[in-house]
C-alpha cells in the first residue's frame, strides 16, 4: 500500500486506549508523523506538535491520518468537518476504520472536487479471501496472541522481528490489523475479512518459506474476549504457528469496556491459546510473555516481570521497556528450531 507519508495524526476526541493506531503509528513510524491533531475532551496525547490542517501541510504533511482504533470503528459525525478541511488544505486522508470515507456524501464530494486521495487500510485485497486447508507449509511462524485487545500484541510482534533481524535471523513483520499496516506498508485487515475467510487469509499472509525463516504474525483480539473471541481462533487456525507469545496488560483487571467479565490468569490464556493452536499444529509452544507494564514505576515493573517469569517459567519482557532478547533467545536455540521443524 502506498502510503502519504508523512501525515498529521488526527487523535479527535478519545481516551489513550482507542489512540493506538495513533501511539503505534508514531512509536515506530516517527518518520512518518509531522503533528497531531485533538478535538477538545481527547484524552491521549503522542507529544507532537499540535497542529492544523493548514500548518501540517505547509511542514510537508501529506495526509491527515485517523489514528484512532475505536469500538465499532465508526466515524462520528462531527469529525467530518476537520476531514474536509484537511482535504481543502491540500491532504489526503488516510482511515483503517470500518466506515468507508466515501460513504460520508460530503468527503466524498469535497475528495473528487479537489482530486484528493481516501485512502482505506480495511479493504482487504482479494487473495486473502480464500478458505483454509490446515496443511502444514514450510518455514517458521509466531503469532501474538493476548488477554484482551490492546495490550501490545502489535508491539511485541514488531519488537521480535526487529530483534531476530538484529541477531541475522530471517524474519518478517506480517500485519493484520490497521495500525500493523500503516506501520508496513502491507497485511491483511483481518476484522474486515468476511469470517469464513480468516483461516484462510492467515494461510495467505504467512505462505511457507525457508525452514529458518520466521513469519512474526500480528495477533488480534482474544480468545477471552466476548466480542473478538472469533477472529483471534481464525489467526490461531490460519497461522499455524510453531510458537506463541502471549501479551498481557499487568495492571488490567477485566475486560476493557466489558467489565463484568475479568482478564483471565495467564496460566489459564497460556492453556487455551496452546490447547486451541494444536488443531493445526500439534507441536506449537509458548515461547514467552509481553507484558505492557508502562502503568506501573519502574521498580514495579521490574518485580512483576520476575514473579511472572518465576511463576511460570517463560521469558517474560516488556517489548518497551526491557526488550525481547529473552524470548528471541528461545527462539534461536537450537533445540527449539529442531523442535519445531
Known amino acids: 500500500m502506498e502510503l502519504p507519508y508523512p501525515c498529521l495524526m488526527f487523535l479527535g476526541d478519545v481516551d489513550r486506549v482507542s489512540a493506538k493506531t495513533a501511539s503505534g503509528v508514531a512509536h515506530w513510524r516517527p518518520d512518518a508523523c509531522v503533528g497531531q491533531l485533538r478535538l477538545p475532551g481527547c484524552a491521549a496525547d503522542l507529544g507532537l506538535a499540535d497542529m492544523t490542517p493548514k500548518a501540517a501541510h505547509a511542514a510537508g504533511a501529506r495526509s491527515l491520518l485517523l489514528g484512532?482504533?475505536?469500538?465499532?470503528?465508526?466515524?462520528?459525525?462531527h469529525w467530518e468537518a476537520v476531514m474536509i478541511e484537511a482535504l481543502e488544505a491540500g491532504l489526503d486522508l488516510v482511515s483503517g476504520l470500518h466506515t468507508r470515507m466515501a460513504s460520508l456524501p460530503k468527503v466524498r464530494e469535497t475528495a473528487e472536487r479537489l482530486g484528493r486521495k481516501l485512502i482505506e487500510a480495511r479493504e482487504p485485497s482479494p487473495e486473502f479471501l480464500a478458505v483454509g486447508t490446515g496443511e502444514k507449509r514450510a518455514g517458521l511462524r509466531l503469532l501474538t496472541v493476548g488477554t484482551d485487545c490492546a495490550v501490545g500484541k502489535m508491539y511485541a510482534a514488531l519488537a521480535i522481528t526487529k530483534e531476530l533481524k538484529a541477531r541475522g535471523a530471517e524474519a518478517d513483520f506480517r500485519a493484520t490489523g490497521q495500525t500493523g499496516i500503516f506501520i508496513a506498508g502491507s497485511g491483511a485487515p483481518i476484522d474486515a475479512i468476511i469470517s469464513d475467510f480468516v483461516a484462510g487469509a492467515a494461510e495467505q499472509l504467512s505462505p511457507a518459506a525457508a525452514p529458518d525463516h520466521w513469519d512474526v504474525i500480528e495477533g488480534q483480539g482474544s480468545l477471552f474476549h466476548p466480542a473478538y473471541a472469533g477472529v483471534t481462533l481464525g489467526l490461531l487456525h490460519g497461522s499455524q504457528p510453531d510458537a506463541l507469545v502471549l501479551c498481557h496488560d499487568a495492571t488490567r483487571t477485566a475486560i476493557d469496556g466489558l467489565e463484568t467479565f475479568p482478564t483471565p490468569s495467564l496460566a489459564e490464556a497460556i492453556a487455551l491459546n496452546l490447547r486451541l493452536a494444536s488443531l493445526t499444529n500439534p507441536a506449537v509452544r509458548m515461547a514467552g510473555i509481553c507484558i505492557n507494564t508502562s502503568r506501573l514505576t519502574p521498580q514495579?515493573?521490574?518485580?512483576?516481570?520476575?514473579?511472572?517469569?518465576?511463576?511460570?517459567?517463560?521469558?517474560?519482557?516488556?517489548?518497551?521497556?526491557?526488550?525481547?532478547?529473552?524470548?528471541?533467545?528461545?527462539?534461536?536455540?537450537?533445540q527449539a528450531r529442531s523442535d519445531a521443524a
Do not use: E, H, K
Open 68 to 77: 484512532v482504533a475505536n469500538a465499532g470503528g465508526y466515524i462520528p459525525p
Open 300 to 334: 514495579a515493573a521490574a518485580d512483576y516481570l520476575r514473579d511472572t517469569q518465576a511463576a511460570l517459567g517463560l521469558p517474560c519482557c516488556d517489548p518497551v521497556r526491557t526488550g525481547v532478547a529473552a524470548i528471541a533467545d528461545r527462539l534461536l536455540a537450537p
